[in-house]
């Protein structure tokens, strides 16, 4: 991106982080599953999203994390409206945009925009850079001053790209610039709010910074709200003002930036956050907690009753099965801090005696390895 270039500032991009853009209650998405010969029946449902209740302020920076198949990417299709949600309500600066028709999203979709994970298949291989930008604007009857064209070159200058390459295809360009095209298409309706979905995840590692440093200087500079998709924890780090972790289709914690890295509450927040690597450098990093969770994912067909965790935790207690914990703000938090858990564990990330364990294979595994009774503790 040009150091010299002076970004317009949009609208209502003032210090209104009180205000909420969007507001996410009750959230849901089940997806039927039939079965049967000749007459196929509804048998069931896949509950990829399961009353989900999140908030986003006007310029706000909202991390959304969990492994893969929590139902973080199809939350955001919903919020934009790309799936249609079983139940819940989406309200959109005051407005509720759950059930709007496709006459009533009208003047709502060009605020809200989606970044899209994979970068190749994303765009037409068929049309221009140019024509791929512009026909967000051709759509929505949009006449930038000075025409079309030169408003899509400004915006390849504000992603970093060529203005000259205007009339190239997609197969001309790279992974990362493919999705600093994709960044471009979004913002050339001048959006409220991006769901990026997880934008980088697609590409090599060592262009994943600069893309993330151009979202992050848009945000900023422009004043866009954005609803960051991602399970690399670092990522979200660095970008995102707030964070909520998902487990199962439901949200499980929800924080500040420094509150959920720095005071997690919740088991699941904690064993995420023990599995991320970090360098030692001289020795000096201190041991901190690995916790290796027994199993794997229940399926989102059948999930647990009570606490969707409680089949992987070592706090679950008969409580955990009977009732769903809500997502609420328990002693010690500060304000915003929401914890969905019975038991929740101590504010702090700080080492244990032992490492938690859980998974019994592992377990012996590593025993073995070390020749004692136990494993060690090792450093991060």
């Not at 079965?35 to 986003?56: M, N, Y």
Request: hydrophobic share 35%; proline share 7%; charged share 25%.
């Amino acid at each position: 991106m040009s150091d010299n270039l002076t970004l317009p500032a949009q609208k209502g991009s003032t210090d209104t982080s009180k205000e909420t853009l969007l507001e996410v209650k009750g959230l849901t998405k089940h997806f039927p599953i039939y079965g049967g010969f000749p007459i196929k029946r509804k048998v069931g449902a896949v509950q990829a999203v399961d009353g989900v209740d999140l908030t986003v302020g006007v310029g706000e920076s909202v991390g959304l994390v969990g492994e893969s198949g929590c139902g973080k990417s199809t939350t955001g299709r919903l919020i934009t409206r790309l799936l249609e949600p079983t139940a819940g309500k989406i309200t959109y600066l005051g407005k509720d945009i759950t059930r709007a028709s496709r006459r009533q999203l009208a003047p709502v979709r060009s605020e809200i925009q989606m970044i899209f994970q994979d970068p190749y298949s994303s765009l037409n291989p068929r049309q221009t850079v140019g024509t791929i930008i512009k026909s967000p604007m051709e759509v929505n009857g949009i006449e930038p001053e000075g025409g079309r064209e030169k408003k899509v070159r400004e915006l390849l200058e504000l992603v970093g790209l060529n203005p000259e390459h205007y009339n190239r295809f997609p197969h001309e360009f790279s992974g990362g610039q493919r999705q600093r095209i994709g960044v471009a298409r979004a913002l050339a309706l001048n959006p409220k709010l991006i769901v990026a979905d997880e934008p980088v995840s697609a590409l090599d590692v060592s262009i994943q910074a600069q893309v993330v440093n151009l979202l992050q200087k848009v945000q900023q500079e422009l004043g866009i709200a954005f609803l960051f998709i991602a399970h690399d924890l670092a990522i979200v780090r660095h970008f995102s003002q707030r964070v909520a972790v998902m487990y199962l289709g439901k949200v499980v914690e929800v924080g500040d930036r420094d509150s959920i890295y720095n005071r997690p509450r919740h088991p699941y927040t904690h064993a995420l956050l023990s599995a991320v690597p970090e360098v030692a450098i001289d020795d000096e990093a201190e041991d901190r907690e690995r916790i290796r969770l027994y199993g794997d994912v229940p399926s989102p067909i059948s999930p647990p009753s009570g606490c969707r965790f409680r089949t992987r935790c070592w706090k679950a207690q008969d409580k955990c099965a009977s009732e769903e914990p809500p997502l609420v703000q328990i002693s010690g938090n500060r304000d915003g801090h929401l914890t969905a858990c019975h038991f929740p564990e101590d504010p702090t990330t700080e080492a244990r005696a032992e490492d938690v364990v859980l998974d019994p294979a592992l377990k012996a595994l590593e025993k073995d390895a070390a020749g004692e009774s136990g494993p060690k503790v090792t450093k991060g």
